[in-house]
Nanobody
Framework: QLQAFGGGLVQPGGSLRLSCVAS????????IGWFRQAPGKEREGVSCISSSGGSTYYADSVKGRFTASRDNAKSTVYLLMSSLEPEDTAVYYCGTASFCGMTWYRGSDYEYWGQGTLVTVSS
């Protein structure tokens, strides 16, 4: 089971940290991806972090602004989002994958998904 936490309302230029908490499986066997879906838009891959945390991948739209990290002892992956823009407004989800492959940004690479958390960037 996965669940995302930490969404909320933030002003443009602000920061927010999301958490994806896992239970019921061997967390450090899996890569974790972050995805988002804005109203009326398709789901978009945001980031993938490898099982060890040693490798991370980002969508061009968030590169340099978002940072993924993980604490395997706490079965938690984090997404630190900085310099937030109104275009970042979406429901954010996390999902498990065997590894961050070349197609990490495709939802079909992921097996289990958690409930999302809404991020709203607005003044």
């Amino acid at each position: 089971q996965l669940q995302a936490f930490g969404g909320g309302l933030v002003q443009p230029g602000g920061s927010l940290r999301l958490s994806c908490v896992a239970s019921g499986f061997t967390f450090d066997d899996y890569a974790i991806g972050w995805f988002r879906q804005a109203p009326g838009k398709e789901r978009e891959g945001v980031s993938c972090i490898s099982s060890s945390g040693g490798s991370t991948y980002y969508a061009d739209s968030v590169k340099g602004r978002f940072t993924a990290s993980r604490d395997n002892a706490k079965s938690t992956v984090y997404l630190l989002m900085s310099s937030l823009e109104p275009e970042d407004t979406a429901v954010y989800y996390c999902g498990t994958a065997s590894f961050c492959g070349m197609t990490w940004y495709r939802g079909s690479d992921y097996e289990y998904w958690g409930q999302g958390t809404l991020v709203t960037v607005s003044s």
